[in-house]
């Protein structure tokens, strides 16, 4: 079974950055997809970025150009470098895989989830 630890998450001043990180175990997948969400208070669970096994990465758009999304070398951990962090970004953020390439928006085609890192921006 399948497992993703986050960690790397806290509070952090409006401009800061974070590095997130997920650990993935528990599994050997040939093609994969692992992405990133995010959901903040009263609002949907959103994807803003994912990886998948060919190294093609996706990115929201209000995310593109502060957020990078990578895996190291071994491919078992998946980070997620948030620079010029705003209060918009505040958030609990979750990791998530799924054992094929395509990389779907929507929460429901991923079925490995993290516990979620909280990410909280203060002005």
């Known amino acids: 079974q399948a497992q993703l630890v986050e960690s790397g998450g806290g509070s952090v001043q409006a401009g800061g950055s974070l590095r997130l990180s997920c650990a993935a175990s528990?599994?050997?997948?040939?093609?994969?997809?692992m992405a990133w969400f995010r959901q903040a208070p009263g609002k949907e669970r959103a994807r803003i970025a994912a990886i998948n096994s060919d190294l093609t990465t996706i990115s929201a758009d209000s995310v593109k150009g502060r957020f990078t999304i990578s895996l190291d070398n071994a491919k078992t951990t998946m980070y997620l470098q948030m620079n010029s962090l705003t209060p918009e970004d505040t958030a609990m953020y979750y990791c998530?895989?799924?054992?094929?390439?395509?990389?779907?928006?929507?929460?429901?085609?991923?079925?490995?989830w993290g516990q979620g890192t909280q990410v909280t921006v203060s002005s």
């Open positions: 998530a895989a799924r054992s094929e390439s395509t990389c779907y928006r929507t929460a429901n085609f991923y079925p490995y």
């Open positions: 528990g599994y050997t997948f040939n093609t994969y997809c």
